[in-house]
Structure formats: structure tokens, C-alpha cells
């Protein structure tokens, strides 16, 4: 990337834009094989960007997820600090991801979620009311899309609606990579402990229950398919991923819409663009941007270049959904494209398990918020709403909006 | 997708699938979920031809490659 060729560009680099990923990504597209970075702690790692290399990669289990792997690229101190914690089974490579993920496959088919979906509404209509009681301004990340996935997630598990405040803390903390590592750490250890005591509760009796953990507890606990530690680690997963990442991306898909009227006024049309518009928002977004990082467990060449047994890789989900072979004008926020086929859940195995049901309250969230408050618009100068940045996650610290 | 000279015949590797649920999303049709472990059901191997595309599309996003669809030259069984 550099003019110098014995320099090698930083991993991570900044945006020069906020809602759109580094330029650089594009320079490195443009170039064949991969390009190598230099990680925080002086490491080295292959980066691809372009859409099929990406796909190659995260559809190859040669190359493995699972950070304690010699190799494995690191994204800074703090993010090793939980990753350390947890050893989830999304960082686990076949078979033992397989059996893991499948005890868990069930609960977000799309029929189940599907049936979700009346739930979803009524909860989100229940925010809305609330919120548009109040009056305007309001903050849409914390007065309507924090507590919409939160109540979602957790009356999947069956976590009481009290500590909904204290999981969404301890999860914005986790997700901060450029800070000392003892305060990642110490969130992922305060949410652990608390899903430790809650599943040691749950064990008493199970029996009759409803929701997600008692069924592990009945049908891979007790038979010894599943420790008592990795159901902690699983319910600790589900309900990160299932709050965090999902309002981030409702909050950015308002930004989106807010910022491109023309897209807006197209939706308001046609709701039948509903659903595009959604994979679309997730393309254009792609919020979980600095995945994903593999070790090869041999030598494996990939777009022409070799990658040796033991090196670490970054396949950038960012980079090839905004890779003009794969996505015409990618830079477009555009509801009309075609862009079912963006790999925003990531690709291969490990790819995002519960996809459906971000897709479900995604679509509950752009078929109803604009219908409802059809004068909504930013309560501030647009380009004092800022992204997210370093975070694990993009999203928006806050949307104040007014109507 | 619309010729006649040919059809597809669907096949899915049941151990390779990882229950993303993008082939039900894409032709409901021709895919399902079993209900005990959301892995993949097969609902139709020899899918109408007005489902070829979402089918190949099934095929092409399906993250574990568990979807093959191949041309067979005559008719379906």
C-alpha cells in the first residue's frame, strides 16, 4: 500500500468517513493476491478484500477460527483479553463447532422466527408508544433499539427485564478494543458470572420451562453433550450477539435512510422493497467490520497467493461487500440492488447463526418506524452524529432524532 | 432459466449444513428445516423450472456448501 515496498500498512486503518470502510480497502482490491498488514503487537497478516477471495477463505477449513491457534492475527490487547474468556463455540473448527452449533440450530430456524414475529411488533409498537408519549427529541439507540433487541433476546433466555441495563453496560464495554484490557475483561467476567449464577438457577428446574437455557439444560447438560461452563459461554454469546450487533445496525439503518431521502421516499412507495432494503442496510454496513480473522492449518494458496501452515489471515467481510466486482457502486446506499448475496453474517461455518431473527426484527423495525413517525428527522446537525469508530461493532454511540 | 433442454436435479449434504436457513429464505419451495434440528430438508429434487434461479441462488449462498444442483440431461424421474 505504501510507496515504500519494505513497509506494510497497519491493521486496523482508520476511516477517512465514518459510515464507509477505510479507502485504502479499495487500493488493496485493485492489487492481485493479498496484501500483508502489520498488527498492533508487530505481527503479520494476508488481508483480503475482494469478494470471492473473502468467500475462498471463510468457505476453506483449512483455515481455522479459533484464536489460540499459533498465528491467529490479534486486533489489539483488550479484544485478546476476551476472547481469552471465552471460548465460544463460533471459535471452535470441526467437528466440535458442528456438534455445538447444532444444539442450537433449531432455535432460529426460520419458521421458529418467523413465529416470532407478532412478538416482535407488539414489543416495538409498546417502545414506539412509549416513546412518542414522552414527545420529541428522543435517542432512537437507547429509548427504542437497545431495549427492543434486548427484550427479543432475553425473553429468548428468559433473563429478567431488570438487568437488561446492566447486560447492554457490560456488553458496550466488551466490545471496546483500544482501551487498557482489564476493562473488556472485566465486563465479559461480570456477564459469565451472572449467566453463571442464572444457569446454576435455572438446573434446579428446568423442567416445564419455555425458554432457551432450560432446554439446553434438559437436552445437552444433563446427558453430558454440554459442560455447565460452555452452556455460560453459549448463553453469553446469544445474548451479546443477539442485542448489540442488531441494534448498531437499526440505528445505522436510520442513519442511512435519514441521510439519503431519495432511498426513503423509494421504501415509502413500495414497502415491498422492505426486505431488499434490509440486505441492503446489512451490506452497506457491515457492521461486524474487522472480520474475520483465520490461521491456516497448512499451506493453502488462495487468489494466487501462498499462505503458509501457521499464518495468520484476515478475510474482510467489509472489503468485499464493498467490492465493486461483486456490488456495483458499492459506496451507493441503494434499496433497489441486488444485495442478498453480501456476506454481512460472514460466510463458511461460522457463519451468523442467528441471522434470521436479526433479519426479522430488522424488517419489523423499517416496516413500522417510518409509517408511524413519518416526520422523523435528526434532532442535531447530521455530521455531529458520530459512528462508533474503533468499537468491535460500528454503530451509533447515539441518533438523536425529533418529528 | 427458462429452456427446456435441461433440468436440475438438487441434492444437500445434511452433515455439511450448518442451519443458516438462506435456502428456505430463497425457495421455500424446495427447501426446508427439520424441526428437531433445523438442518436442511430437501422438499423437492427435482424442482419446476420457475424455482431454478432462487434454487441456483440457494446453492450459491449457502455458507457450508451443502446445496449442489446439477444439470441432468432428460426428464425427471
Known sequence: MSACPFSKASFPMPRQCPFLPPQEYQQFQQQPGAAQVRMWDGSSAWLFTRYDDVRAVLGDNRFSGNPSIPGFPSLSAARNAVL??????????????GRHRRMLTKEFMIKRVGAMRPRIESIFNRLLDEML?????????EDLFLPLTSEVIAGLLDVPNKDHGFFQEQSRLKVLLDVDPSIPKAASERILNYLDALVTERAKAPEGKEDLISRLIIEQVRPGHLSHRELVIMAELLLMAGHETTANQMALGVHSFLSNQDQLALLRNDPSLLRNAVEEMLRYHTIVHYNAFRVALEDVEVAGQLIRKGEGVIALIAG????????????????????????AFSY?????????????????????LFERIPTLRFAVPQEQIEGKGDHFVQGLETLPVTW | MSNNNYILRVTVDENLCVGAGLCVLSSSDVFDQRDEDGVVKLLQEYPDQASYEKVLGAARKCPSKAIKVEQVNGDAP
Open chain 1, 133 to 141: 408519549h414522552k414527545g420529541p427529541p428522543a435517542n432512537l439507540v
Open chain 1, 320 to 343: 468485499a461487500n464493498h467490492d465493486p466486482e461483486a456490488f456495483e457502486q458499492p459506496q451507493k446506499f441503494d434499496i433497489t440492488r441486488k444485495a442478498d448475496h453480501h456476506v
Open chain 1, 84 to 97: 481469552d474468556l471465552e471460548p465460544a463455540f463460533i471459535r471452535m473448527d470441526p467437528p466440535d463447532h
Open chain 1, 348 to 368: 463458511g461455518i461460522h457463519q451468523c447463526l442467528g441471522q434470521p431473527l436479526a433479519r426479522v426484527e430488522l424488517q419489523v423495525v423499517f416496516a413500522t
